[in-house]
């Protein structure tokens, strides 16, 4: 039997939080993939759940039992601008399960139909970005950084209406929250205080446990809230440029509240090096480009403080001030995640006194946009060189030189580099394994989800996706036969845009 352990909570918070919505069936569903492992996690298997059989859940063509399909409320920040009332367009909420360990997950169809959210759209998803989003989310968690996760993707057997017409897909992913920073502002919008505070109590209790108060929430829980929140996306988005990634569309609807990496439409790793990259067509000012994501996530989490203001304090002036005060932690936050990491990207272990490890990483990506040098590709290089210069690293060095266009400049940077390696207590094999262990081999390179997509949509064909999602499982082993998803794409295969596919 397919039964799935709902227990719902955020149902419980009214029906000012959402609309009770059921999935729109679809004519013909296919499954494509099916996530044992993360089922495994959640503790569906041991229920003895038959993925094949649960095409009819998966496509929304059958409500499970304990499901009660909603589509959750939400405003915005696109762009800058305020949108007052967005909400799940095209997802729907199943329910929640609570897996083995007692940590609790949303399992959410997307590309389900029309909700009360939908405005113009039809609800659907194409193929292509189920795909994308199958494999970004799930090589994101292979790659260490918290994200939403992918449980199924199944063709619909229907085509949606884009451009053209394309096949259409579901995706069934799971998230530890669905709740975004938008959520909050749909109230706070409203001026309605009561309902921002149920929404953090709920958050509080489901994902911030730790901060709660026995006797009841306070402003004192309040400002922990937002602090935590700071932190996590302070964190997350540290992850994300120590790995070339770049969102592309961080509107504040697309900021989850439980710092997971959420809504993946326009996103890409980049390939060569350059600190402005941008790939969403729709991002014409490259607000969402690479270096702003900092600062943009900044900006966002100063709407979400906005919204906390009649929690924190009695008076307007000292909730701003407390409000301030957390938001000024963040840069320093940032960077106690970003420079640790980076440093970790360069073997640099230990703080020797007198080093300017910030300065020595900021150099070698100045070089690297000034070469168009392979984001991935260098660290992966520089992980397997060895402190002096000998035969058995010359591969690698010639690679890493390879990648550069004037590589006297790298040179340069490689001797600073081996002056501060002699700083260093671990040995120089330890530290060649602590770098490969941070630098990824494979990532989701941008011209290979795009082979994937094309195969599948345009000839059926899901062995390009299978094969690259099977590599995306393990990102930091040398995998047999496997070389060409090292590689940058060719002048022929750069993809320079990238598209919401709504
Ligand atoms: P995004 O920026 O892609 O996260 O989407 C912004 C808003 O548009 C969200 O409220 C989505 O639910 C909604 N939306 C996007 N695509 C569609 C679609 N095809 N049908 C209905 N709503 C959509
Ligand atoms: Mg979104």
Known sequence: MNTIPFENQFITLGDAFYTKTKPTPVANPTLIKFNQELAESLGLSTNNFDPNKAVAIFSGNTIPAGAEPLAMVYAGHQFSQFNPQLGDGRAILLGEIVNPDGKRFDLQLKGSGRTAYSRGGDGRSALGPVLREYLVSEAMEKLGVPSTRALAAITTGEVVHREQLLPGGIIT?????????????????????????????????????????????????????????????????????????????????????????????????????????????????????????????????????????????????????????????????YENNWLPGMRAKCGLSNSAQGNDDKALIEALFETMAANSADFTLTFFHLSRLNKQICERSTKHEDALRNLFNKPKQLDDWLTQWRTRLDDETQSDKQRQTHMQATNPIYIPRNHQIEAAIRAAEDHNDFTAFHDLHKVLQGPYTQQKGKDRYQLPPQAGEVIAKTFCGT
Request: hydrophobic share 45%.
């Open 173 to 333: 992913r799971i998230a530890t929250s669905f709740i975004r920073v938008g959520t909050f502002q749909f109230f706070a919008a409203q001026g309605k205080t009561d309902a921002v505070k149920k929404l953090a109590d709920h958050v509080i209790e489901r994902n911030y446990p730790q901060i709660k108060s026995q006797a009841g929430n306070t402003a004192v829980t309040y400002a922990n809230f937002l602090q935590s929140v700071v932190d996590r996306q302070a964190a997350l988005i540290a992850q994300w440029m120590q790995l070339g990634f770049i969102h592309g569309v961080m509107n504040t609807d697309n900021m989850s509240i439980a710092g997971e990496t959420i809504d993946y439409g326009p996103c890409a790793f980049m390939d060569d090096y350059a600190h402005n990259k941008v790939f969403s067509a729709i991002d014409r000012n490259g607000r969402y480009a690479y270096n702003n994501q900092p600062s943009i996530g900044l900006w966002n989490l100063s709407r979400l403080a906005e919204t906390l203001l009649p929690l924190l304090a009695q008076t307007p002036e000292a909730a701003i001030e407390i409000a301030q005060n957390i938001l000024k932690t963040y840069i320093n936050t």
